[in-house]
């Protein structure tokens, strides 16, 4: 590795890269790439993937990524190796940009838990291998953007768990006929692709050696080596989009039809979130006929059903995708006399409150203000989700069971103190922006814990059709559909200096909302006299606001 790094005397001022030209770069060669695509023009395509991936601005942007957005960005592979520094990612940005010949390193084997108990197997690249996939990943995905299914919305640009439920009420409307759902998922998807298969699928991709040596480059579990002869490791960045590409066509298989429109006209549709994926038929002989056609298309995968997962039912007795349930209710004041609701689902709420119930229960015993900051993290995130759906008497319960765990804890906290004094000091009406003197929260800071039920209900837009932010002429729509993310920012001050600024970062002139974290930065720095006002005030990305300050 020491010879690896010292290959270049000039390292990237990592402080000083403009981001913006590295951005706008990239996002012309993946649209470029995309548009040859829709051409079938796959000798222009192949060239320009091999340009992109030589790409200085993609290079700079894929250890950006991997050393400093990704969760793992602290988790080292086999080689132990971390790129925490700015000098230490000019280095790597120079030795990537080398194209020395690189094998693969094995996948340092991690186990998580799982909701049902079990653990889940990843496969943690080393940070090199990370950086390539990252490049390779912005050279690959923009070809099969143009040839994906429209119903497809796992792991995919512009597309959310949300886009797969607003597709799943326009199929399930009471109007509907189909009303048989197939509920599946695909057991051990990513450690059971054929890779001879992957590969046949990307045969024409410049790459597709090194993407081959990554899928045999095998495990390393406590020391132990083990071979990999298929599937895709769950950690690599370059995993979900190949796994997308072993399940895409579908549709194909079910036979589903389309008019010129874009509404169904078969007898069957499906939709797919990763490896979840639940098929609609009109009658149950035809559900249990999806399931066989299912079967042997996933064989050619090397996949199987999980027989666990997978279950055919009526939508009056309901089923749970993605966190929500979907199910058709009696209701003698509509046309058909039924009505549908897609609400949280009993397991989601049980996992909220069990998660909450163990930051109120910790053996830590956080100081209020890191709890208070803890317990909102959960009730946003968690809110700003269900938000979409019917949950407005979900949301009013939580807060009636948060009511009584503060209750609990203050009397935990002042066991010799009465209930007057206790709610004296913890409640009051904290939030100025509410009439509410039931606010629990630490008054000598004015810091509070959100409710539930302060999360307005507001409907999501569906993705139009095959509609990808790849394409060059779909540049407006796309913007416009990021701007509706400003309602997730914590608070009405963060949200009125993204609109004052078009909701762009002013450094890198990309969406505010691309999952960075967002920090406020002052144009006039307080210590020089810099004022709390929104005309001193811009939002940046995090690693934005550390090289806005890294500069000076």
Same mark, same amino acid.
């Given at each position: *590795? ?50 992109? /991936? ?33 000098? &230490? ?49 912005? &050279? ?10 429209? @119903? ?22 009471? +109007? ?22 992957? *590969? ?19 495990? /390393? ?28 066509? *579908? ?13 169904? #006209? ?22 249990? %006929?999806?399931? =066989? ?11 199987? #059903? ?5 279950? @055919? ?11 929500? +349930? ?57 809110? %700003? ?8 008497? #979900? ?6 069971? *948060?009511? @009584?765990? =503060? ?5 935990? /906290? ?42 307005? #209900? ?32 914590? +608070? ?61």
């Amino acid at each position: *590795m020491q010879a690896t790094v010292n290959v270049t005397k000039e390292t990237t001022d990592w402080n000083r890269v403009n981001w913006r030209d590295s951005n706008r770069v990239v996002r012309n060669l993946r649209q470029r790439i995309f548009r040859a695509t829709r051409e079938q023009n796959w000798k222009k395509v192949r060239s320009l993937q091999k340009l992109l /991936m030589r790409c200085y601005s993609n290079i700079l942007l894929a250890v950006r990524r991997v050393t400093q957005q990704n969760s793992g960005k602290h988790t080292p592979g086999v080689d132990k190796l971390l790129v925490l520094t700015p000098e &230490a990612r000019g280095v790597l940005v120079g030795a990537l940009g080398k194209f020395i010949p690189w094998k693969p390193l094995p996948s340092k084997r991690v186990e998580i838990p799982k909701p049902n108990g079990k653990k889940r197997p990843l496969g943690i690249p080393s940070i090199i291998d990370r950086c390539l996939q990252a490049i390779v990943k912005n &050279a690959l995905e923009p070809c099969w953007e143009a040839l994906f299914e429209g @119903i497809s919305y796992g792991f995919r640009p512009g597309r959310s768990a949300h886009d797969a439920i607003e597709k799943i009420y326009g199929i399930c409307r009471p +109007n509907k006929r189909k009303k048989w759902v197939v509920d599946a998922d695909i057991q051990g998807c990513f450690d059971n692709i054929d890779h001879d298969y992957l *590969m046949k699928n990307i045969d024409n991709f410049p790459a597709r050696k090194l993407i081959h040596q990554w899928l045999k480059a095998g495990v /390393m579990d406590k020391g132990v080596f083990h071979e990999t002869d298929s599937g895709t490791p769950q950690g690599g960045i370059v995993s979900p989009l190949l796994a997308n590409i072993a399940l895409h066509g *579908m549709e194909q298989a079910l036979g589903v039809k389309y008019d010129y429109r874009g509404q169904s #006209i078969g007898k069957r549709i499906v939709v797919r979130y990763a490896d979840d994926f639940c098929v609609f038929c009109e009658t149950q002989e035809d559900a249990l %006929n999806c399931v =066989e056609v299912i079967k042997g298309w996933l064989a050619q995968r090397g996949l199987n #059903i999980s027989p666990e997962k997978t279950s @055919i039912k009526h939508l009056i007795k309901g089923f749970d995708f993605l966190g929500f +349930n979907i199910r058709h209710y009696r209701d003698t004041n509509t046309a058909t006399e039924w009505k549908l609701l897609i609400k949280p689902s009993a397991k989601s709420v049980q996992k909220v409150r069990a998660k909450l119930r163990d930051i109120w229960l910790s053996p830590t015993r956080f100081r209020l203000p890191e709890l208070l900051k803890k317990l909102n993290s959960v009730i946003r995130g968690w809110s %700003n989700y269900f938000r979409t759906g019917v949950s407005k008497k #979900i949301f009013s319960g939580l807060d009636q069971w *948060m009511f @009584i765990r =503060e209750k609990r804890h203050t009397r935990r /906290m002042h066991p010799k103190k009465g209930w007057k004094w206790r709610q004296k000091r913890y409640f009051g009406s904290l939030n100025l922006h509410r009439r509410d003197k039931w606010v629990f929260g630490d008054k000598s800071l004015g810091a509070h814990i959100l409710k539930f039920s302060w999360f307005d #209900i507001e409907r999501h837009t569906l993705v139009k059709g095959l509609s990808s932010p790849d394409d060059p002429h779909l540049r407006d729509y796309w913007r416009e559909r990021e701007k509706k993310k400003v309602k997730n920012l914590r +608070n009405k001050s963060r949200q009125t200096v993204a609109k004052r600024q078009d909701h762009r970062c002013p450094t890198c002139s990309e969406s505010l909302y691309n999952g960075e974290e967002l920090h406020l930065h002052h144009v006039k720095p307080k210590s020089e006299g810099g004022k709390d006002t929104y005309n001193n005030l811009r939002l940046l990305h995090l690693y934005c606001h550390q090289q806005a300050h890294g500069k000076k």
